[in-house]
């Protein structure tokens, strides 16, 4: 089948996108991952010398190796960074779907005069940078917090709860960062489900309780995995909120690769970091899509 | 030979001992200060096939839903085969609803779709796939059954939803405009497929529409409403011929409306509707005294246009021609009496070129009988 140039070009945008923003950065990461660290600008070898010619391409492939991956299965740092990664992701997940499933199934339900208020009040916190309102949750869970004042004012705790420098606090500022991320997609899915469904089931015998597992949730089930995705995948590779409220003792695979990029400038192990969580998400997504085509 | 004796037409409405299905005392329904009904006493009996007409707002859809158990009332009572349904859930009721928007569910299949009630319900397996195939039957979606709703068309997915709310064999069965989606011709096929199922299935349905010609052609009985109000509750046929008001007669087909004044009263009474002009003689089942101002409702085919006056008919009158409406099989005219009424005749083209008779402009005589039209006193 031929092309004509307008739809040729209407394609090529996006691939063209695509390549220069996602491909081409992948690979050089790819390519520094199978690399070698130098004491050198850039830190790694071999570097290509196209000036050598078809010699230079040679020496430059041959110089590319597997070792940093090996490296990776033999340290059990790495391993277990990414396990507590995906640990913390997929508890996160799943208490953001907790908390934000019934806001945004509230904010489906409430008059359409106030919904766009209510929308903008979901919106709001993005107007001020993350790394503030990161910061801000250190001022409410600290020991000498205003969560802990207040639960000592009334008296449910005798002494403060340290909070501060857990994994509680990594949670806690995942689920808060994240959470429009989960209510927005189940929103916009709850928001144009017609509601005579639900009398419709209600009619053929389900109470209400029962519509909703029997109707409302099920149809609002793409809402829900679109914003699993999208709290899950940079959950998983989050960096500012667990160095900010996770202390030492919390491992997460985004430190990790912050600390061997920026502490031991080993970028070559960084990238293989990099190029595994990356294959960690692409695959659950690939599969999880294909699946999703076959139900459609 | 022996004949039989002709099965008597279905009228239980005629007959005092037959019992109704549904029962409507003085159900009044408001919402804040608005009245949405106002004092509903209405029998529908089984096996009917009940139809709600009335314009938009009219309150036909709130009485529907206060039957599906979506609604309650908020005076009056509302009886189910014998029982008061007010305290009665939707889920709990023998009543099921074809929506106007059908509610198919989009994530299950047309088969899932069908057995959602029956699965409710807890029946086992067996019973369920013997009811839903006998369903699928009955609407001829034997194909479709492994379908999603969007991957069938408007009249398919019309037919799931009432195989759909017929398959728990309700006592009745409400159907919301169920053909409103619907173009013109796959409507009018539909309706006789309504028919012909509420036949076979022997259920109580009560529909609600804004086409009348839809409400004419399915219903045992027509209720037409107005307002909150039921303005008359009767047969097509007896809406059609004698309506009880100018509402009514307006709403239901073409009517030309005559303002005039007893004169007389007779066998038949005289009216007078215009200076100079001969009384219109017509038989009377109201009673209505001399000097009392009426109207006078004919419909357009009852009338006989001519270059002549019609030997055989007691009214005629004499007009020109405003506007004429050729439909092929029926031709429309609009004619201007000399007193200065709009009279709306039509005339079968029984003859080709019967039509070009008359044209624009031309001096016509028009003739009814004294059975033609009816006296309205309101």
Same mark, same amino acid.
Request: contains cysteine; charged residues 20%; hydrophobic residues 45%.
């Given at each position: ?17 695509? =390549? ?20 050198? $600008? ?18 430059? &492939? ?23 990664? *995906?640990? $913390? ?32 009040? $979901? ?7 993350? *790394? ?21 004012? =009334? ?5 403060? #709860?340290?909070? =501060? ?31 005579? #469904? ?20 099920? @149809? ?15 959950? @998983? ?23 061997? &990029? ?35 | ?141 034997? +194909? ?6 969007? /991957?069938?068309?408007?009249? /398919? ?30 409507? +009018? ?22 086409? +009348? ?23 097509? +046929? ?141």
């Amino acid at each position: 089948m031929r092309m004509n140039p307008r739809r040729l070009f209407l394609i090529a945008v996006p691939y063209g996108w695509l =390549l220069a923003l996602f491909m081409v950065p992948f690979l050089i990461v790819l390519k520094i991952s199978l690399s070698d660290t130098a004491i050198a $600008i850039p830190p790694y070898m071999p570097t290509l010398d196209l000036s050598a010619g078809w010699a230079g391409i040679r020496e430059f &492939f041959s110089g590319l190796d597997f070792e940093n991956f090996t490296w990776l299965t033999e340290d059990d740092l790495y391993w277990k960074s990414y396990v507590s990664s *995906l640990w $913390i992701a997929a508890v996160s997940t799943f208490f953001t779907l907790l908390i934000g499933y019934p806001v945004a199934y509230a904010m489906s339900r409430a008059k359409p005069e106030w919904r766009p208020t209510l929308m903008m009040l $979901i919106i709001l916190p993005f107007w001020s940078s993350a *790394l503030i309102r990161v910061y801000a949750w250190i001022g409410i869970l600290s020991s000498e917090g205003y969560l802990n004042q207040i639960l000592l004012w =009334l008296g449910v705790v005798d002494e403060p #709860l340290s909070i =501060l420098n857990t994994p509680l606090a990594v949670y806690i500022g995942i689920v808060y960062t994240y959470l429009p991320f989960m209510i927005l997609p189940i929103y916009a899915a709850l928001e144009k489900m017609d509601e005579s #469904l639900l009398e419709a089931a209600e009619d053929l015998g389900c109470t209400r309780i029962a519509a909703f597992w029997r109707v409302t949730f099920p @149809l609002s089930r793409p809402g829900i995995v679109a914003g699993c995705f999208l709290v899950f995948i940079p959950s @998983l590779g989050e960096f500012v909120i667990p160095s900010i409220l996770g202390g030492s003792h919390t491992l997460m695979i985004g430190k990790v690769l912050w600390e061997e &990029f920026f502490s031991n400038r080993d970028w070559p192990v960084a990238s293989a970091v990099a190029v595994v969580l990356l294959l960690i998400l692409v695959i659950p997504i690939v599969l999880f899509q294909r699946n999703e085509e076959k139900n459609a | 030979m022996d004949t039989k004796p002709a099965p008597a037409p279905f009228a239980p409405w005629n007959d005092p001992a037959a019992v109704p299905l549904i029962r409507f005392e003085g159900v009044t329904k408001r919402f804040g200060d608005f009245t949405a009904l106002q004092d509903i006493n209405l029998q529908i009996y089984p096996r009917e096939f009940f139809a709600l007409l009335g314009p938009s707002g009219c309150g036909k859809t709130t009485l529907m839903r206060m039957l599906a158990g979506f609604e309650t009332p908020t005076e009056g009572t509302i009886w189910l085969d014998g029982k008061n349904i007010a305290p009665v859930p939707p889920n709990k009721r023998p009543v099921n609803m074809m929506f106007q928007s059908y509610a198919l569910f989009p994530h299950l299949s047309v088969w899932d779709n069908i057995a959602f009630g029956l699965r409710r319900a807890g029946q086992d397996k067996e019973t369920i796939k013997a009811r839903v195939e006998e369903m699928l039957r009955l609407t001829r979606l034997d +194909q479709f059954a492994r379908r999603k709703p969007h /991957q069938i068309s408007g009249g /398919q997915r019309q037919r799931v939803a009432l195989a759909r709310s017929l398959a728990l064999g309700p006592k009745l069965l409400l159907l919301d405009e169920p053909l409103g989606a619907l173009d013109k011709k796959l409507r +009018q096929d539909t309706q006789f497929e309504l028919m012909d199922i509420q036949e076979k299935t022997g259920t109580t349905f009560v529909i609600v529409t804004h086409d +009348q010609e839809e409400a004419m052609t399915v219903a045992s009985r027509v209720a037409v409403m107005d307002a909150g109000r039921l303005c008359q509750v009767d047969t097509p +046929q007896h809406i059609y011929e004698t309506p009880n008001s100018r509402y009514v007669a307006d709403f239901i087909g073409e009517v030309s409306i005559i303002e005039g004044r007893v004169e007389s009263v007779a066998e038949e009474i005289a009216i007078s509707y215009a200076e100079g002009q001969k009384p219109i003689m017509t038989r009377c089942a109201e009673t209505v005294s001399p000097g009392q101002s009426v109207f006078y409702a004919i419909r357009p085919e009852k009338i006989w246009v001519g270059s002549e006056p019609h030997p055989d008919r007691i009214n005629s009158v004499q007009g020109t021609i405003v506007d004429i409406g050729y439909l092929g099989d029926v031709s429309n005219y609009h004619v201007r009496l000399d007193s200065g009424q709009m009279v709306k005749a039509l005339m079968t083209n029984a003859e080709r070129y019967a039509a070009s008779r008359f044209t624009w402009n031309d001096r016509v005589w028009l003739s009814w009988s004294r059975h033609a039209g009816v006296v309205l006193t309101s």
